[in-house]
């Protein structure tokens, strides 16, 4: 992707000692010429005709783009859809866990006229309903990868008016709330002023038009050789810069390597933050987004040693495939560059190096030391059917919720229960005739229940079971919470039938977990039954009896019926989930270690969970002012076992996945320090808040 210093105006001495490394060992990571695009290698491998925007008249009035919605995210996590993923994405999105969406692409002529993705809009109207009604933000991704139709635009007032006139009928007739510039490989005299003076003319004129919520955001390189792009003024042009962090090792490659080493020798994930960034960061460290790759490469090679050199290949690997090659060959951990790689022998040697859950969870962390806006991923589905990536991105980001409403059936709205009672197969014993129906009639609580109709089949001696499936049971179609918590609901059965009831759960591993039965009361009265979620679960289908990951969801209510009745119809009402009590309690008298200073008001520990553990706690605090995070983990005899160490640029809530798999059982003590500070380093002792809780792990 990278040049070998054609570039090489202004170079910084980092870059010089980079230099003098990639002579010294070889040109592993780099082509001579300017970057190439993964994004737009991987638009050409899939390529299908776009057709040109026919817009209606241009408007003299817009509507505006609505704010955010708040979403259960501590940070922006901004995911592209490439247009040949459109068929695949529905079915493994966790729209939780995106807070943006942006649809890969339009593409745009020299003129400023603009020709939509394959497919649009028919294709991808589930994805972008779904999206909206989940509050992500969708986002129309521009895409320019020729550099002289870029320099036509960029030289052509009339031509930038004209794009803005697409891009604000674009937004307008789709209702997005923004657009993406991904605007790659420019001539050189075009990256620094030129573009940075038409990115903030989009921003400007869209803004303007739309609102301050209409937000433009732009796909920046990794690397700023020969400094031609002016980092700091991109980022305070726009409103987010998307750092695409990969391509480090491709097809251009005399080496097998990594696509986004986070650490190594020469260039990197963590100097391109240090270097390149730096001005940016301190500046507008919300702005940038580090986006990291969902995808890597293979090479046949000389040889099965980290690193062998190249005899062909440097093909993309998507995630999902490169997660069963490392099934099949086992998988190696680079120390020097933090990822992981395989190598096999089939009829030659063969190497794949691709992130995992490991490496990118490593470099989710350095995203959030740095204080980061958030982070996003090329591309969505690459993983797909893969589900350990979200699991990652929920542990770094997600943010329980204190109280969810799951269904409350107000207005007239069956939902999530939209289908027939046999739409399940797991369902049998009724006819189907049954029926759900939302009614008026003496509701637990507020204006309506929803109302079960069974009809008994005559065909059929099986006892009736009823999975009445929220939604179609698709996770990504149901809220998500977290599984320390306590969901409840009202029923009315009415006299002569018997049974119980059970909840299925969905997890993050693509299992559905069961808990324990609530036998069911029949005087035609309602009742509570609730369950404390992670208390005696067991499979139900491809689960292992524990949630996997830090979000669940409700796949159905499971009935099992002992007597029934010819024809029934019993009522359920206010579908309800709580975070535990435990998950936010206070520290128990007696703590051996000492608690601190009294917990501030200011200075809080949100959430820790699941309290007891076998592997990971998810912990959650909040900050009121920029200042330094410290987090240690002590045993029973008082040895710090455990310490992560942050500092946080501004106020914020910092979720952080504490990784006890190698610790043995036992009680433990976390403490939570926290020192405010503007400064990276102090000098100067400042006053500390400390909030200590006991842990358990239990193996």
């Known amino acids: 992707m990278f040049a070998d210093g054609k570039n090489t105006r202004s170079l910084s001495p980092r870059r010089v000692f980079v230099l003098l490394c990639l002579f010294f060992y070889g040109l592993n990571s780099y082509a001579s010429g300017d970057p190439s ?26 509507t505006p783009v609505a704010p955010p919605v708040q979403r259960q995210l501590q940070k922006t996590v901004f995911g592209y859809l490439p247009y040949w993923e459109r068929s695949t994405a529905p079915d493994f999105f966790r729209y939780d866990l995106l807070s943006h969406l942006a649809v890969f692409s339009w593409g745009l002529s020299p003129a400023g006229d603009l020709s939509r993705p394959a497919g649009w809009p028919s294709d991808w109207s589930g994805i972008t309903d779904r999206a909206r009604s989940s509050g992500v933000r969708l986002i129309a991704c521009i895409t320019e990868f020729d550099a002289e139709e870029m320099h036509s635009l960029l030289s052509s007032p009339s031509a930038r008016l004209h794009f803005i006139d697409q891009l604000s009928s674009l937004i307008e007739e789709n209702a997005f709330h923004g657009v993406n510039l991904d605007f790659e490989s420019p ?62 090792w491709g097809s251009w490659s005399s080496t097998a390597g990594p696509n986004s080493p986070l650490t190594s020798s020469g260039i990197s994930i963590t100097s391109s ?25 293979k090479w046949v090679t000389a040889d099965a040693s980290e690193g062998s050199s190249v005899i062909s290949g440097g093909s993309s690997v998507f995630y999902a495939s490169a997660a069963e090659r490392y099934s099949l060959s086992g998988s190696s951990w680079s120390s020097r560059y933090q990822v992981p790689w395989t190598a096999w022998n089939d009829g030659g040697w063969q190497q794949v190096w691709c992130d995992d859950a490991r490496s990118l969870d490593l470099k989710y ?20 059917p893969k589900r350990d990536l979200w699991i990652t991105l929920a542990e770094n980001f997600y943010l329980p919720a204190a109280e969810a409403v799951l269904a409350d059936f107000e207005d007239g709205r069956s939902d999530p229960f939209v289908n027939a009672p046999n739409y ?43 999975r009445l499936l929220s939604h179609t049971g698709r996770p990504y179609l149901n809220t998500g919470f977290a599984p320390e918590g306590n969901i409840s609901l009202n029923l009315r059965i009415p006299p002569g039938l018997q049974g119980s009831v059970r909840l299925l759960l969905d997890d993050l591993a693509d299992g559905t977990e069961m808990t324990g039965p609530r036998h069911l009361i029949s005087d035609d009265a309602w009742h509570s039954y609730s369950w404390t979620i992670s208390d005696s679960l067991s499979s139900f289908a491809i689960g292992n009896g524990r949630p996997d990951g830090p979000v669940i969801s409700l796949d159905a209510l499971y009935f099992e019926f002992s007597q029934q009745l010819d024809t029934t119809r019993f009522y359920l009402d206010n579908i309800l989930y709580s975070l535990h009590p435990s998950a936010l ?16 008001r200011d200075f809080q520990l949100l959430s820790l969970y699941p309290n007891p553990s076998n592997s990971r706690f998810q912990i959650l605090c909040s900050i009121p002012a920029a200042g330094h995070l410290l987090l240690e983990l002590f045993d029973v005899r008082g040895r710090r076992v455990y310490e992560h ?15 006890a798999s190698r610790l043995p059982s036992g009680i433990y003590l976390l403490r939570s320090s926290y020192t405010a500070s503007d400064l990276q380093r102090q000098s100067v002792p400042q006053s500390e808040s400390v909030i200590s809780r006991k842990i358990s792990i239990l193996k």
């Open 365 to 384: 962390d350095l995203a959030l030391e740095k204080g980061l806006g958030g982070v996003g991923m090329w591309a969505l589905a690459y993983d797909a």
């Open 37 to 62: 695009s993964a994004h737009a290698a991987h638009d050409s491998l899939f390529s299908e005709a776009r057709s040109p925007e026919k817009f209606h008249s241009p408007k003299s009035a817009w």
């Open 187 to 248: 001539r050189s005299a075009d990256r620094g002023a030129p573009m940075n003076a038409l990115v903030a003319q989009v921003r400007d004129s869209l803004k303007s038009r739309f609102g301050p919520y209409c937000e433009t955001s732009f796909a920046a390189p990794v690397i700023n050789w020969g400094d031609y792009w002016d980092l700091k003024g991109l980022a305070a042009a726009c409103d987010q810069v998307f750092i695409m962090g990969y391509a480090f």
């Open 645 to 659: 160490e942050l500092f946080l640029s501004a106020p914020a809530s910092h979720q952080h996945s504490l990784d």
């Open 585 to 600: 309690a206070d520290d128990e008298a007696g703590n051996p270690f000492g608690s601190g200073p009294a917990e501030p």
């Open 273 to 297: 933050l240090n270097d390149d960034y730096a001005e940016a960061l301190k500046a507008h460290a919300e702005r940038i987004l580090l986006g990291l790759p969902y995808y890597g490469h």
């Open 424 to 466: 399940s197969g797991s369902s049998h014993g009724f006819s189907s005739a049954s029926s759900l129906e939302w009614t008026d009639r003496e509701p637990a609580e507020g204006s309506g229940a929803l109302a079960v109709c069974l009809i008994d089949d005559p065909n059929s001696s099986d006892p009736w079971t009823l």
